[in-house]
């Protein structure tokens, strides 16, 4: 019978660095999807709907409305919080992340940590979405935008950005890298009621 040895064998000691100490070991690797998953099929014309899938009768007086991209500059504008989505190589979905932002010069710009996933992940292409939900009326926006995402270091074009106009971070800890979102695609919605 073989021995147990506590800490979980190898999976849960420590490294040790020579230089500085004890090192974690790396996050476990996210599984991709399995192939069941990699597509859904279209309900064929005689087969239906099961009763209360995701039909909604007698929802009458909404429209919906495709905003023009001025619009949903203005709307960006209006607020603070969104989401950047981007994809971490080996990851079977998005990750997205809430951040504190401000919308300079026709960009998005936010503040993030330089180990944090957003800089190690996001820079090159990101989408980022923003909304306003109002769930007891059922109204509401949502501007999506997409586009490169880059990390801004050159002086000039940091000392572009007025001060005190980027938000502080609800998050703590140190954000002192500041990433710039340029949208190629913006695309909104708005559901009102008449």
């Known amino acids: 019978m073989a021995r147990r ?4 064998g190898a999976a849960g000691r420590r490294r040790e660095d020579p230089a500085t100490g004890p ?4 996050p476990p690797q996210q599984r991709g999807a399995p192939d069941e998953y990699a597509g859904t099929d279209r309900l064929a014309d005689e087969q239906e709907l099961l009763e209360g899938a995701d039909l909604v009768e007698g929802d009458e007086g909404a429209s919906f409305t495709v905003l023009e991209r001025q619009t949903c500059f203005n709307l960006l504008n209006t ?5 950047v ?8 979905a998005p990750t997205v992340l809430p951040v504190n932002y401000a919308l300079v ?6 503040r993030s940590t330089l180990a944090g996933a957003i800089m190690r992940h996001a820079r090159g292409y990101a989408a980022f979405q923003v909304d306003s939900l ?3 009326s059922r109204e509401g926006w949502s501007v999506l935008a997409s586009g490169p995402c880059q990390w801004i270091r050159d002086a000039g074009e940091l000392a572009r950005v007025p001060q005190g106009r980027l938000p502080r971070p609800w998050a703590e800890g140190e954000r002192d890298q500041v990433l710039k979102i340029t949208p190629g695609r913006l695309s909104g919605r708005r559901i009102s009621r008449r």
């Open 105 to 110: 010069d026709g960009g998005i710009v936010f």
């Open 23 to 26: 090192v974690a070991p790396p």
């Open 134 to 136: 109002d769930e007891e």
């Open 85 to 92: 989505a981007f994809t971490i190589e080996g990851d079977a």
């Open 79 to 83: 607020r603070d919080i969104g989401r």
């Open 5 to 8: 040895t506590s800490g979980g």
